[in-house]
Nanobody
């Protein structure tokens, strides 16, 4: 079992920044690729960013590319998401997820094994 806890969400004005954290406990963190997803009211869960277990490979949704950065810290068992130049359309509950895989990462929610509870991000215009 892997337990994931997100933090760092909040209310920010458009153009501002937030740094989300995903703290993992349980199994060996370095065995897992990590991903961030988001879900706005009335919308489906959508992929935001992912990072391989090695930390060398990353992927982003087109809507956040160039503004968001995912990283991983195997020593601290965290996978932060730095969000800059936030827009009102970024408003959503952000969830981190872990997928046990030998290499690479996934953009698909159903390929992740563990999920956090989520943290709310609200961007005002």
């Amino acid at each position: 079992q892997v337990q994931l806890v997100e933090s760092g969400g909040g209310l920010v004005q458009a153009g501002g920044s937030l740094r989300l954290s995903c703290a993992a406990s349980g199994r060996t963190f370095s065995d897992y690729a990590m991903g961030w997803f988001r879900q706005a009211p009335g919308k489906e869960r959508e992929f935001v960013a992912a990072i391989s277990r090695s930390g060398y490979a990353t992927a982003y949704a087109d809507s956040v590319k160039g503004r968001f950065t995912i990283s991983s810290d195997n020593a601290r068992n965290t996978a932060p998401l730095q969000m800059n130049s936030l827009k009102p359309e970024d408003t959503a509950v952000y969830l981190c997820a872990a997928a046990k895989r030998a290499y690479g990462f996934s953009r698909y929610a159903d390929e992740y094994d563990y999920w956090g509870q989520g943290t709310q991000v609200t961007v005002s215009s």
